[in-house]
């Protein structure tokens, strides 16, 4: 073998291959850089706490900023605030996955743990996204718009319906029911069902109704909508749902057509004893949902983030690497 010089690095140059000194040094480097920030190096001896707490505590609380931004009154009252907050939130979201893969890419750590955050806070955001739409839709919407809705007590069916357009609670007079044999229906995925809400013989022209979904079968041979029990009931909580009302309409038509009856302005209510409890238990349900979906973030990122940390603690460790200790001898 003869030992040369190519520049500053020595080299071998005979029956084996070259060996660039150098080279050699810097793979070692890169692979020593590369093994500390993979997914297997360098375990704590046991559970990190802070750690845990972290992984799930900033997953939580992005959940509850997000859904609480969805579904409060400041989205109703100012939803370009309610929308800068969210955003706000999930900037500052991404910033802490960032500056967490910063971190462990300049002290060559596992990747393990940046991942595990960076997902769960994905699945907050999208979860409380998912839930937050919904619970908006389905309840506070409504809840808000029943608010600036007025109130009206004794109300006569025969009225005309412009009369009562701003109406969001309404206490009919006595003797008022639902003429549930003359109900009708409307079928787009789901079903529309209406019936006229009737005092006496009935009306020439109608302008109230008894309405829900999925509450009866198509052509309507049963009725299950509102407080359909209860003898008791005669007064109802206005359907605010544009895209409900849109089909109720049209269950409408096809009730006018039907049984012959002029629709000018019709009102579609869920006919119930008490709309103001209904109305209530919007509130309710929608602070259930917060509520519980919050405290199920919180058992589910923490479960995952300790259930993690106890694995990676537990995880049988990696046999030492033989070292290589056939060298190149220069002469």
């Not at 309404?170 to 006229?196: H, L, M, Q, W």
């Not at 259930?307 to 537990?314: P, R």
Request: net charge negative; charged share 20%.
């Amino acid at each position: 073998q003869v030992c040369v010089k190519l520049g500053s690095f020595p080299a071998v140059v005979g029956t084996e291959p070259i060996i660039m000194y150098s080279q050699k040094k810097n793979e070692e480097l890169l692979q020593d850089y590369f093994h500390g920030v993979s997914f297997v190096h360098r375990y704590d001896n046991g559970m990190n706490l802070k750690r845990a707490v972290r992984n799930f505590l900033f997953p939580t609380a992005l959940f509850v900023t997000v859904l609480g931004c969805l579904i409060f009154r400041l989205r109703y009252q100012a939803g370009s605030l309610a929308a800068g907050l969210k955003l706000l939130a999930e900037l500052c979201g991404g910033a802490l996955c960032v500056a967490m893969f910063v971190h462990t890419c300049r002290a060559r750590s596992s990747l393990l743990w940046p991942v595990f955050f960076t997902l769960c806070m994905i699945v907050s955001d999208l979860g409380a996204a998912v839930i937050g739409e919904w619970t908006w839709k389905a309840l506070s919407e409504p809840e808000f718009d029943f608010e600036a809705l007025a109130t009206y007590m004794e109300v006569d069916v025969h009225s005309s319906g412009k009369r009562y357009s701003d109406a969001g609670r309404v206490y009919f007079v006595a003797g008022t029911r639902v003429e549930k044999d003359a109900a009708s229906c409307f079928v787009n995925e789901r079903t529309y069902c209406i019936a006229p809400i009737v005092r006496g013989a009935g009306n020439s022209s109608q302008n109230f109704f008894s309405s829900g979904i999925d509450c009866c079968d198509c052509p309507v041979t049963t009725w299950r909508c509102g407080a359909w029990e209860d003898p008791f009931a005669a007064s109802g909580l206005r359907q605010v749902n544009n895209a409900d009302l849109a089909f109720y309409r049209l269950a409408a038509d096809k009730w006018s057509v039907e049984y012959a009856q002029s629709v000018a302005d019709a009102l579609f209510f869920e006919f119930t004893k008490d709309p103001k409890i209904l109305q209530e238990s919007y509130g309710i349900r929608k602070a259930d949902i917060f509520l519980w979906g919050s405290v199920l973030a919180f058992l589910v990122f923490g479960a995952a983030s300790v259930t993690l940390e106890f694995v990676v603690a537990n995880w049988p460790a990696s046999p030492p690497e033989e070292k290589d200790n056939s060298a190149p001898k220069y002469i």
